[in-house]
Each structure stands twice: as structure tokens, then as C-alpha cells.
């Protein structure tokens, strides 16, 4: 797994990758990757409080991507939950406290748990892979 511009990362219909982009504020942000039906690549990505993208590949701002090595069932699980939150659109508050946002999606459906106060880019990427058991940054909290 090597990182590679955003613009041209290479995925198969069970595949997702995790890219990075400069923010507007000089930071960094995430999304996820992912091949919709049809061989067509896309960006899901959280903005700021209530605002979701899901956009086109190539994508409009420069950035990295690293596929994620996925068992092949595990992948066809995981593209399935990122499809359809990529749909639903869900509006979903900003918020800092990822402790309390821990299980904020349950399969493709936000449900922010009680005194969660919503996700940022990274924690929205942790919780929708973690709908799918991927755990990327495993916790014991």
C-alpha cells in the first residue's frame, strides 16, 4: 500500500481508499474513497456542521490516497455501508468529543449514541468503517 495522488487512485468495485486534502484553515481533512457501480470513483467526505460531499473523482482539490487492504469479503461489506451512507446523505453535526460519538452509524443508518455531539472528517471515517468492522484505530474506550 503506497500513497498516491488522489486524482489518480486505482480501485476495484470492492475497494475503498482513505484520502487526505489541505483544508480550507491550513489543516488536513479525510474522506473515503469509493468505487460506485458503474466503475465510477467518488469522494465521501464530512464537512462542516451538517454539510456532506459525496463528489466526483478527479476531485477538485489535490490531495493523497491509500487503498486499504481489505479481505475481499470484508471490502464487499465495507463498500456496501460507505454506498449507502453516500446516498442517505445524512446530516450530521460537527463535533469534537469522539469518545461519545463512539457507534455514531449502526450498518448505514446515523444514530448518534446519547451525548455524542457529532464527528469531524476523521472521526466520521473511524465510525462509518467501524460500522462495517473495520477497525482502523482499534480503542479500548
Same mark, same amino acid.
Given at each position: &500500500? =503506497? ?6 487512485? =486505482? ?5 475503498? =481508499?482513505? =484520502?487526505?486534502? /489541505? ?5 488536513? /481533512?479525510?474522506?473515503? *474513497? ?9 469522494? &465521501? ?6 454539510? $456532506? ?8 482539490? #489535490? ?32 463535533? *469534537?468529543? $469522539? ?21 469531524? #472528517? ?16 482499534? &480503542?479500548?474506550?
Amino acid at each position: &500500500m =503506497a500513497f498516491g495522488n488522489v486524482n489518480n487512485v =486505482a480501485l476495484s468495485e470492492h475497494e475503498i =481508499a482513505i =484520502a487526505l486534502f /489541505h483544508s480550507d484553515l491550513g489543516g488536513g /481533512h479525510l474522506g473515503i *474513497i469509493f468505487n460506485e457501480k458503474g466503475n465510477e470513483l467518488k469522494v &465521501m467526505e464530512l464537512g462542516w456542521h451538517h454539510t $456532506f460531499y459525496v463528489s466526483d473523482i478527479p476531485h477538485r482539490k #489535490c490531495g493523497i490516497a491509500i487503498p486499504l487492504a481489505l479481505p475481499p469479503k470484508a471490502g464487499k461489506s465495507v463498500v456496501a455501508v460507505v454506498r449507502a451512507i453516500s446516498r442517505k446523505k445524512p446530516k450530521i453535526s460537527y463535533g *469534537i468529543d $469522539f469518545i461519545a460519538s463512539k457507534g455514531s452509524f449502526v450498518g448505514s443508518v446515523y444514530s448518534p449514541p446519547k451525548g455524542s455531539d457529532g464527528l469531524t #472528517c476523521s472521526s466520521f471515517v473511524l465510525e462509518v468503517l467501524r460500522s462495517a468492522a473495520v477497525l482502523l484505530a482499534p &480503542m479500548s474506550i
